[in-house]
């Protein structure tokens, strides 16, 4: 049985705050483990994937729906 996805919801909130809670999410986080981040910060279209890609974390998905943006990250 796999262990259930961490959720960081950051609507409301202008970057870098949507980053920064993934970023605490993940660093509190197991190896493996995976964390949906929402948000409705259009800039965190470009500083989530960025920031993974930066720390070696892997964007399993991202999507937009009802005006919010959701991240599937994996540590």
């Known amino acids: ?3 259930p996805t961490i959720l960081v919801d ?3 909130h202008r970057c870098p705050v949507p980053t920064l809670r993934l970023r605490r999410a993940l660093e ?3 190896a493996g ?3 949906r981040l929402l948000a409705d910060d ?3 279209r470009i500083d989530v994937p960025h920031f993974a890609a930066g ?5 399993l998905e991202a999507a937009e ?4 943006l959701s991240f599937l990250v994996r540590k």
């Not at 720390?55 to 964007?59: D, K, L, M, R, S």
């Not at 729906?65 to 919010?68: E, K, L, N, P, T």
């Open 1 to 3: 049985m796999s262990d």
């Open 10 to 12: 950051a609507r409301g």
């Open 28 to 30: 509190e986080a197991p």
């Open 33 to 35: 483990a995976v964390v």
């Open 42 to 44: 259009p800039l965190a």
């Open 55 to 59: 720390i070696g974390a892997q964007v």
């Open 65 to 68: 729906a009802d005006g919010a």
